[in-house]
């Protein structure tokens, strides 16, 4: 795969480049889930004197057909073939964000590129490897199960006032944590901070089928016909998560929206 030969150049930039404290290298190839589209992924921490332009930095590594900083702000290479690649620079004094993350998501020594001062094994290793999931009903109850009752309300109200394509967004929000519920239901937790990673291969079919289900163009009849879908499979899921579930509700926000 490219990919590789990216991860092993951007290693070796790393540990040339001496204003470059520290590097790790996260997502799916530190996990090992990696294939041909997946992305190459890293943060960098620089001391003052050492952060780079970044066009240039990532210009190192391979040819670049463009340059974008994203949402989150990371800057994200086009690679050939492409391949993305995403970098986050940052300086020494953001090392202490890492301690705000829910989880590493794989072993330590897969993600460290670098590490001249010792900090970022000292504040990987403090991690969990994975986040933990709802402990308790009442705690997936109160994130998951009533978040997404909220949502395919709002969805309902918008269906009916005619925002499809607002509707149509609110759907997908009514999707991910239909998502985490069908998780908790079937005992699939894995990949829980993205829960539709690799859905398809950990969840069972009917359940595939009813996630499914829940889709929807942006007009009128396949948006309330995706929410009775989500309510059914949302109904499903919240009984086997073993918390009492508000069918009276569930069947109210279904009649009205046909079912």
């Not at 940052?90 to 590490?115: C, F, K, N, Q």
């Not at 929000?173 to 398809?200: C, G, I, K, N």
């Not at 009813?210 to 949302?234: C, P």
């Amino acid at each position: 795969m490219l990919q590789l030969e990216l991860i092993e150049r951007v290693k070796a930039v790393c540990r040339a480049d001496p204003g470059l404290d520290g590097a790790l290298m996260y997502g799916s190839f530190a996990k090992g889930e990696a294939d041909e589209h997946s992305d190459i992924e890293f943060w960098l921490f620089f001391t003052a004197r050492g952060r780079p332009d970044p066009a240039e930095w990532c210009a190192r590594i391979a040819p670049v057909s463009y340059l974008i900083r994203n949402e989150f702000g990371a800057h994200v290479a086009i690679f050939p073939q492409l391949v993305r690649g995403e970098f986050h620079f940052a300086s020494v004094s953001h090392y202490g964000s890492l301690s705000t993350w829910p989880e590493r998501g794989a072993p330590v020594d897969r993600m460290i590129v670098v590490d001249r001062s010792g900090r970022l094994e000292r504040l990987l290793r403090a991690l969990p490897e994975r986040v933990s999931t709802p402990a308790a009903p009442g705690d997936a109850v109160s994130e998951y199960c009533d978040r997404f009752l909220n949502w395919v309300v709002l969805a309902y109200h918008l269906v009916e006032r005619g925002e499809l394509l607002r509707a149509w967004d609110a759907l997908g929000h009514v999707q991910r944590h239909l998502l985490w519920m069908a998780r908790l239901a079937d005992r699939e937790t894995a990949h829980w901070l993205t829960p539709s990673r690799a859905a398809e291969a950990e969840l069972p079919p009917r359940t595939i089928e009813a996630l499914v289900a829940a889709t929807s163009a942006a007009d009128l009849d396949g948006l309330r016909a995706a929410l009775r879908a989500a309510l059914a499979e949302g109904r499903r899921c919240w009984e086997a998560i073993g918390a009492p579930v508000p069918d009276a509700l569930i069947e109210e926000i279904s009649a009205a929206l046909g079912g």
